[in-house]
């Protein structure tokens, strides 16, 4: 069983940037897939990127890929999701989730078991 909690989150301009981490607590990191997850007010809880366990692979949405990019240490047992070139549509509550029995890069988010409990990002235009 893995335990996340995430950081960084914030208020920021459009155009600026912010560098989520999301820490586990527990045995085996380098085991898990990691993935970002955002829910916006009324909206679903949408894929953003995910991440091999290794590090090797990993996935973006659509809509960030080229602005954002996920890391992850596994001697720190951390992932990390760099956020560049904000945008006001950024703007949501943003989850880190873990997964141990999935391989590769899983964008569903039934798929991961593991979920941290959130944190607030907000772009100002």
């Known amino acids: 069983q893995v335990q996340l909690v995430e950081s960084g989150g914030g208020l920021v301009q459009a155009g600026g940037s912010l560098k989520l981490s999301c820490a586990a607590s527990?045995?085996?990191?380098?085991?898990?897939?990691m993935g970002w997850f955002r829910q916006a007010p009324g909206e679903e809880r949408e894929f953003v990127a995910g991440?091999?366990?290794?590090?090797?692979?990993?996935y973006y949405a659509d809509s960030v890929r080229g602005r954002f990019t996920i890391s992850r240490d596994n001697a720190k047992n951390t992932v990390y999701l760099q956020m560049n070139s904000l945008k006001p549509e950024d703007t949501a509550v943003y989850y880190c989730?873990?997964?141990?029995?999935?391989?590769?890069?899983?964008?569903?988010?039934?798929?991961?078991?593991?979920w941290g409990q959130g944190t607030q990002v907000t772009v100002s235009s």
């Open positions: 991440i091999s366990s290794s590090g090797s692979s990993t």
């Open positions: 989730a873990a997964d141990r029995r999935a391989r590769g890069v899983v964008t569903g988010k039934h798929e991961y078991e593991y």
């Open positions: 527990g045995r085996a990191f380098s085991s898990y897939i």
